[in-house]
T-cell receptor
């Protein structure tokens, strides 16, 4: 089966601009999570969506937002980009259901979008 | 979610067995232990998960002592392609909790 697809793979933006990243989860997965990975902070959780609703959010400023569509595809948006937003942004899909569920359900990650802010 | 402690890095040679130990002293009764592997510029990949004793799959083994305050990921006969960062995660996923990654262990396999 197809894995998690993230587009674009690479992106270069200028400070102050905004950016939108896309994620298509594994077919049938309704839970989509986003993570930011930087050399200094490692992997950090941004937010999780389920059935078009954000049900968990990490400790990031309001410039980071996301949404999920009825087909479970998800987008995340970063407005007013800062140099520190340069990172690998990873999307993960999971078969976890409406009530959450054990981590044993597993997460499948995409290859990420490498964002560089100049 | 329980905090985990792993070695920052480890070195090995091809063909050797590698054991990476993770400490999780405040693991809760319902917590599972999960290991992920990550190659550069790729997302983490699920390796193995366990609750107690020993779990084995085609890739690795996971040893969990009776007190569950630590766990050991064992990679048999590593190859150069096993060079990666390995993350130990602990949690039960109750409600809407999410994966919490630590710094991981950078494993370097040399010829």
């Amino acid at each position: 089966k197809a894995g998690v697809t993230q587009t674009p793979r690479y992106l270069i933006k200028t400070r102050g601009q905004q950016v939108t990243l896309s994620c298509s989860p594994i077919s049938g997965h309704r839970s989509v999570s986003w993570y930011q990975q930087t050399p200094g902070q490692g992997l950090q959780f941004l937010f999780e969506y389920f059935s078009e609703t954000q049900r968990n959010k990490g400790n990031f400023p309001g410039r980071f937002s996301g949404r999920q569509f009825s087909n479970s595809r998800s987008e995340m948006n970063v407005s007013t980009l800062e140099l520190g937003d340069s990172a690998l942004y990873l999307c993960a899909s999971s078969p976890r259901g409406e009530g959450g569920g054990p981590l044993s359900y597993g997460y499948t990650f995409g290859s990420g979008t490498r964002l560089t802010v100049v | 979610l329980a905090k985990t402690t792993q070695p920052i890095s480890m070195d090995s040679y091809e063909g050797q067995e590698v054991n990476i130990t993770c400490s999780h002293n405040n693991i809760a009764t319902n917590d599972y232990i999960t290991w992920y592997q990550q190659f550069p510029s790729q997302g983490p990949r699920f390796i193995i998960q366990g609750y107690k004793t020993k779990v084995t799959n085609e890739v690795a083994s996971l040893f969990i002592p009776a007190d569950r305050k630590s766990s050991t990921l064992s990679l048999p006969r590593v190859s150069l392609s096993d060079t990666a960062v390995y993350y130990c995660l602990v949690g039960d996923g109750s409600g809407y909790s999410t994966l919490t990654f630590g710094k991981g262990t950078m494993l370097l396999v040399s010829p």
